[in-house]
């Protein structure tokens, strides 16, 4: 299995980015996705999950409200919308389906600035 993840970027607070997970070499369309996000520091956390057919999500309490996780089944691909992001939201995001052993792809880096 292979992950990429990309989007990511310096951006002001109050701003918007969308990151994108391109998902290869598995079921995707079976899995539950999540994306997780990793600050210096800290423990690595899911911040926001999809169920397989993209009709239940899920969202840290931290981002409810201002990030929206979507897939596309077709294009083995996960989203993440953020907006009205904050300083705190600084971190190295991932994706991942929950619960498998997968490895982690190389993140992609987002810098939030106040």
């Known amino acids: 299995v292979q992950l990429v993840e990309s989007g990511g970027g310096l951006v002001q607070a109050g701003g918007s980015l969308r990151l994108s997970c391109v998902v290869s070499g598995s079921r995707f369309n079976m899995n539950f996705m999540g994306w997780y996000r990793q600050a210096p520091g800290k423990q690595r956390e899911l911040v926001a999950a999809i169920s397989s057919g993209g009709d239940t999500t899920n969202y840290a309490d931290s981002v409810k409200g201002r990030f929206t996780i979507s897939r596309d089944n077709a294009k083995n691909t996960i989203y993440l919308q953020m907006n009205s992001l904050k300083s705190e939201d600084t971190a190295v995001y991932y994706c991942?389906?929950?619960?498998?052993?997968?490895?982690w792809g190389q993140g992609t880096q987002v810098t939030v600035s106040s």
């Open positions: 991942k389906a929950l619960g498998a052993n997968w490895p």
